[in-house]
């Protein structure tokens, strides 16, 4: 499928997709401006978007290939590629793991998942295929056991593993927890999530000579929407568009209005124009992100618009607990987070789950378990006094008090379709 001019996308869209033709039926004939036309509404996007009498679509679904999506929380939602525009997929994001550091000749494991109309360990292996250079594919997949995964990446001497920061955490896990390394690992290929600190600590003991990359930023229902940019260091958030085929825009979460310095915070809105079947002119892509470099395009990813989680009347954010165990963890022990969120008493309850090495009532001995007791302190008190709203709700019996429960990385709920983590877990009775 070629790229194709934004006027014309937006024609066609209007003539053969009645979604399209009713959101842009105030507009004049030609439109050539991107900001020409209004950002789509995601709730209305997927409520035309249906399995049965599909208003967004601008053909029969008669050739093409269905994904699900919908994130570790979401309801799940189908996207829709042709044999063609698949394929423009592909082939762009590959070339784009080139500049993640893929090189000829290497051996790559696919540790994403597969099966259920999931996309990602086929898009990655796919991606692999249409790459610019050449590589040997090893489709293990995120549902192997992971002794067979270890066995698999020795030996065929994998030099990139490829997988959610996630499941390469759980494979890092269960190495360190066996005294073992795999030092012949070159690079670390993660998507699909954010990479943080506590993460990289628990891969460095595991792959210590591998550098974690980011393969690139895209999503199934957004399409393309990031390449790696070489020579970003350490900061694998920084990426830039996939450029003919995407227009990206970051726009002021208030008026809407085009963001063009750099660093100022905006939500990610995504055009595709190699992508006729199911249209995606201005879909938010649930980002927010940050230029870097406006002259080169350069984005840096500042994680999800909206990623957090309401007990009672008090909103937490991701970014605030991940803040303040950062602040608190000075002997870097925790490796991963999740919040958990309760109900208990006619009260709600957030439980903030931290993964060590060693957890108290498991493994910990008494000293280290006194340590631990110290950490969870530290950590409640400072996201108490980030939050004030928290401690506040407590005193007057809205909530009950932050707690800290400690597990293994492994304990840690994943999505069982993708492998992702699922950052907040919300257990509490719905009628």
């Known amino acids: 499928m070629p790229v194709q001019q934004f006027s014309d996308l937006v024609r066609f869209a209007r003539d053969h997709s009645p979604f399209y033709a009713e959101l842009y039926a105030d507009l004049p004939p030609h439109v050539s401006r991107i900001t020409d036309v209004p950002v789509v509404d995601q709730d209305a996007f997927w409520a035309a978007n249906t399995l049965s009498d599909n208003r967004v679509l601008t053909a029969p679904l008669g050739e093409a290939v269905v994904f699900k999506t919908g994130g570790t929380t979401g309801t799940p939602r189908f ?8 394929q423009e997929f592909v082939t762009a994001f590959g070339s784009g793991m080139v500049d993640a550091g893929l090189r000829p000749g290497h051996r790559v494991a696919d540790l994403f998942y597969a099966g259920e109309l999931y996309a990602s360990f086929l898009f990655i292996l796919d991606s692999l295929a249409h790459a610019p250079v050449a590589n040997v594919r090893l489709p293990i997949g995120g549902g192997a ?3 067979s995964t270890l066995a698999t990446i020795e030996d065929f001497a994998a030099d990139v593993v490829a997988g959610t920061p996630t499941t390469l955490c759980r494979l890092a896990e269960h190495l360190t927890s066996a005294g073992r390394q795999l030092p012949g690992v070159e690079f670390l290929f993660f998507g699909g999530e954010a990479l943080f600190d506590d993460q990289r600590r628990l891969l460095s003991a595991a792959f210590p000579q591998a550098t974690p990359r980011s ?17 970003a260091g350490e900061d694998t958030r920084t990426h830039r568009p996939f450029a003919p085929h995407t227009l990206v825009e970051i726009l002021d979460e208030t008026t809407g209005e085009p963001i063009r310095e750099p660093g100022r915070p905006g939500r990610v809105v995504v055009t595709q124009l190699y992508r006729r079947l199911m249209p995606v002119i201005r879909y938010p892509a649930g980002d927010r992100a940050e230029w870097t470099d406006t002259e080169g395009g350069a984005f840096r990813i500042l994680g999800r618009a909206e990623e957090g989680v309401r007990v009672g009347p008090v909103s937490l954010y991701w ?8 602040e608190a963890d000075t002997d870097c022990r925790v490796t991963g987070m999740q919040l958990v969120v309760r109900r208990w008493e006619g009260r709600d309850g957030l439980v903030l789950r931290l993964a ?13 378990a006194a340590g631990l007791e ?3 302190k530290e950590v409640v008190t400072g996201l108490n006094t980030a939050r004030p709203l928290y401690p506040d709700s407590v005193a007057t019996g809205f909530v009950h008090p932050l707690r800290v429960e400690w597990v293994r990385h492994r304990d840690l709920v994943v999505n069982s379709r993708s492998g992702k983590l699922v950052r907040v877990l919300d257990e509490r009775p719905t009628a």
Do not use: H, K, M
Not at 215 to 230: E, I, M, T
Not at 356 to 368: I, K, M, R, W
């Open 215 to 231: 393969l690139g930023y895209a999503s199934v229902d957004g399409g393309l929407l990031g390449r790696p940019v070489p020579g």
């Open 374 to 376: 110290v950490l969870a």
């Open 79 to 86: 996207s829709c590629f042709t044999r063609e525009e698949w």
């Open 356 to 368: 060590t090495a060693t957890a108290p009532g498991l493994d910990a001995p008494d000293q280290d």
């Open 145 to 147: 056991p992971l002794e």
């Open 319 to 326: 970014q605030d607990v991940t803040n303040a165990v950062a």
